[in-house]
Structures are given as C-alpha cells and as structure tokens.
C-alpha cells in the first residue's frame, strides 16, 4: 500500500511530462505560469470497512496567464483536454500506477476556476480533483482485478 507522500510524488512525476509546465508538490509562495501545484489529499480510511483500500483524492491546481483574456481561458482549456500534450488527463492516464505497486489513479474533476489572484498576480486557474486508491496486494487483486 503507498503512502500519501508516495502518490504526492507520483502525482508530481506524471505532472512533470507535460513540457513546459512548472509542477510544485507543495502549495508554493508564487509561480510563474504555467504552473500546477498539489494540496494535501483528503483521504477516505473507511473505502471498505476492515479492508485495506484506502482512497485518497489529491486536488491539482493549474494556473495560466492572464495577460491576454481569450489566450488565458483557452490555454487551461488545453490541461483540461482528454488528449493532447498538455493534458493532465492523459499524463495520469499513461501511468495510473504512478509508479507504484496496488496503486491505481482516475482524474475524478475538473473545474475552471476563471480569473484568480494568487501570491499577488493574476491568473486563469483550473482545479482537478484526483482519485487514487491503493491497498496491500491482496485486496487490490480482489478489489480491482
């Protein structure tokens, strides 16, 4: 079974292929876009009660520039797609082991966030909300074969 701190750096490796996309496996003091950083997951303990799956939702957050309003709200439209060099969909869909063993990852959400301030700049942001579950192996092999 991974830890949270396995995912975090599975999650930021997958984020990582997208060229030209700084990635933060922290929530960092400023960025220069296009930037993505992790939050700390929200996990689910309780998956299958007396098991050991155990789902951890980890939120991505995307920010482009703002200089140019139509360039900004269609550059995050571009880490949203399903395909493409730029999605996150695909980058987690080419590994969603991250890596790891009893580890399997699903983009569960995507939400455009519009215009945002962050660390005192102005950007166009989007939020992916990503699923992992993992377990030891014999219940991931009961779970998800």
Known sequence: MATPIEVLDGLEA??????????????????????????????????????????????????????????????????????????IPAAIRADKTLGLSNTTATIATFRPLGAEEFASANYYGGLFVVSVVTADATEFERCYS
């Open 14 to 87: 997958r984020l990582a292929t997208i060229t030209g996309l700084r990635v933060f496996d922290i929530v960092p003091d400023d960025g220069a876009p296009p930037f993505a950083f992790l939050s700390p997951p929200e996990i689910d303990f309780n998956l299958a009660v007396g098991r050991s799956p155990t789902r951890m939702d980890f939120e991505i957050t995307v920010y482009v520039s703002r200089i140019v309003d139509r360039v900004g709200q269609k550059a995050i439209l571009e880490y949203a797609s399903v395909t493409g060099a730029k999605s």
